[in-house]
T-cell receptor
Framework: DAKTTQPNSMESNEEEPVHLPCNHS???????IHWYRQLPSQGPEYVIH???SNVNNRMASLAIAEDRKSSTLILHRATLRDAAVYYC?????????????FGSGTQLTVLP | DAGVTQSPTHLIKTRGQQVTLRCSPK?????VSWYQQALGQGPQFIFQ???????QRGNFPDRFSGHQFPNYSSELNVNALLLGDSALYLC????????????FGPGTRLTVL
C-alpha cells in the first residue's frame, strides 16, 4: 500500500487558517485521499476525501497537487476545538480499501 | 440518532485472562470494524465484519476474534491477554462500500496488568 508522510506536529493561532500537508509520492492513480482527525479522548472522525479535484465541505478544504503526490488539508479559521491529531490516509479500490491504514498523523495545537 | 456506542468504557484485566468488548453500530450501518490504538500511535486495523462474517483481517494473532450479531452489533474477544494488549480499542461502523465514511465510537480502554 502507498504510504503517507506528515509532520509530527504543527501549531496555529486561533482564528487563523491552517494548512496541514501530506506527502504521498507513491500514490496510485485510483487511490483516494482521506483525512480523519482524532480529538482528545475520542475516536477518529471523518473530515474530507478526494481523488483529483480540490474538495470543500463544512469542516475543511482539501487541495490536491496536480501530480497527486501531495495534498493539503485546509482549516479556514482554526478554533480551539480543532486541536487534534490529523491523519492523511490513502484508500485503494480493492478489498483492502475496507480498512483505514493510519500513520502517526500530525498533532495540531491551536493557541488562543 | 445515537452514534456508535461501545462498552465498557474502561477495563482492567490480568495477563492470561480473556476479555470481551462490545459495539453497537450507528443506526442504518451494517458493517463493523475494530481497531487497536496503542498510546501515542495511530489506530491499527484488527478486522471487519459484514453479514455476520469476518470479511477482512489485519495483522493480528488468532487470540483476537470477533462476532457480529443479526442486529449488526459486534463483539471483540481477546484470549490469553498479554501486557502488550493494553490499548484503546475502537469500533467503527459504516456501510459495506469500502469508500464509505467510517464512524468511530469513543473506544474501550483496556489495561492488562
Amino acid at each position: 500500500d502507498a504510504k503517507t508522510t506528515q509532520p509530527n506536529s504543527m501549531e496555529s493561532n486561533e482564528e487563523e487558517p491552517v494548512h496541514l500537508p501530506c506527502n504521498h509520492s507513491t500514490i496510485s492513480g485510483t487511490d483516494y485521499i482521506h483525512w480523519y482527525r482524532q480529538l482528545p479522548s475520542q475516536g477518529p472522525e471523518y473530515v474530507i476525501h478526494g481523488l483529483t479535484s480540490n474538495v470543500n465541505n463544512r469542516m475543511a478544504s482539501l487541495a490536491i497537487a496536480e501530480d497527486r503526490k501531495s495534498s493539503t488539508l485546509i482549516l479556514h479559521r482554526a478554533t480551539l476545538r480543532d486541536a487534534a491529531v490529523y491523519y492523511c490516509i490513502l484508500r485503494r479500490p480493492s478489498g483492502s480499501a475496507r480498512q483505514l491504514t493510519f500513520g502517526s498523523g500530525t498533532q495540531l495545537t491551536v493557541l488562543p | 440518532d445515537a452514534g456508535v456506542t461501545q462498552s465498557p468504557t474502561h477495563l482492567i484485566k490480568t495477563r492470561g485472562q480473556q476479555v470481551t468488548l462490545r459495539c453497537s453500530p450507528k443506526s442504518g450501518h451494517d458493517t463493523v470494524s475494530w481497531y487497536q490504538q496503542a498510546l501515542g500511535q495511530g489506530p491499527q486495523f484488527i478486522f471487519q465484519y459484514y453479514e455476520e462474517e469476518e470479511r477482512q483481517r489485519g495483522n493480528f494473532p488468532d487470540r483476537f476474534s470477533g462476532h457480529q450479531f443479526p442486529n449488526y452489533s459486534s463483539e471483540l474477544n481477546v484470549n490469553a491477554l498479554l501486557l502488550g494488549d493494553s490499548a484503546l480499542y475502537l469500533c467503527a461502523s459504516s456501510l459495506l462500500d469500502p469508500y464509505n465514511e467510517q464512524f468511530f465510537g469513543p473506544g474501550t480502554r483496556l489495561t492488562v496488568l
